[in-house]
């Protein structure tokens, strides 16, 4: 057991290493990896499972009675970075309408449901990444067609019993039932059970990355220069998503926990579901700037960690500093 705690430990510490390692290998052998896409909800719905056990209805009830971190990661993700996005893309790619409107699309669409993983991974604030998933998901189907309507003047319907569903079956019901199993076994979830699946999560976590990253093969092996300038776009501006996050949580003065939910909760997007907008209402071109966000993702929810932990580290060495001077 002791051996299989430190795998989960290992796994954890070089995800900087492994999470862009599985999109180069993705990419390369997408054909390998693909098998594993009908089982991406099952795995999201585990590491739901896994990352609730060390949560309660108490943290549930707090988030609702103290929202503002909440509210201020839904202004982020669903006013700033789409209307931002919208501006940037107009002015650097405004001349293809196409993928000015597959960039906006990419960050109009809700919270990652891995964005509840890397904070239990980053030992941040579950019950806030679990709630403002959860509330990012059900306001989708208003949200999206709104602010593609506004910034762009497109008109979609999104399925919201589709969206409904795969968020009941990924995130709410293994979200409060991870949450039940800690909350009736009086913390023995969180104590002895979390610890053993933790290792098996993150296997899960490994799996996803692989499955998902096949969808951007066939775009990075057909690259033309203005694509390039759009991969580099994404990039960067996938980055600052997480760098609102932390700089929200700096002003608000929040708890460490708090400060690692809201990085990874402005950073992550899902992009299957903005892939499924971009096939059923908008041409082939709109997707990739959608799906090639794939390739950034869990590479920068990687390199957002070692950053975190590095912050943490400063901020410890700066409060020892503080007591001995005083």
Known sequence: MEAWKRLGGFIGDHMAFVSPTCV??????????????????????????????SNTFGNLARTVRHPLPMVVTLLITTVLMPVLACGLAT??????PNLVCGIVLEYTVPVAVTSAIWINLY??????????????????????????????????????????????VSIALPALAGTAVNEFSHGWGARQLSPVLAPAAKIALIMVILANSTGVAP?????????????????????SGFAWGVLAARLMRTSWAQRVSLTYLCGLRNISAGAVLAGEYFPGEVMFPV??????????????GTVLRRMKSADAAGEAAGELSS
């Open 24 to 53: 180069v290998l993705a990419v390369l052998f997408p054909e390998v990896f693909s098998v594993m896409k009908p089982a991406v909800t099952a795995l999201f719905a585990f590491m739901t499972f896994q990352g609730a056990i």
């Open 91 to 96: 002015l650097i790619f405004g001349s293809n």
């Open 123 to 168: 030992e941040g604030d579950p019950a806030l990444g679990l709630a403002t998933t959860l509330v990012s998901t059900v306001a989708a189907p208003f949200t999206i067609p709104f602010t593609l309507h506004l910034l762009l003047g497109q008109v979609v319907e999104v399925d919201a019993a589709r969206m409904m569903g795969e968020m009941l």
């Open 219 to 239: 775009y990075v092996r057909n690259l033309t220069p203005q694509l390039v300038a759009v991969t580099v776009f994404i990039g960067l501006f996938a980055c």
């Open 291 to 304: 799906v090639i966000g794939t390739l950034f993702q869990q590479v920068l929810s990687a390199f957002w």
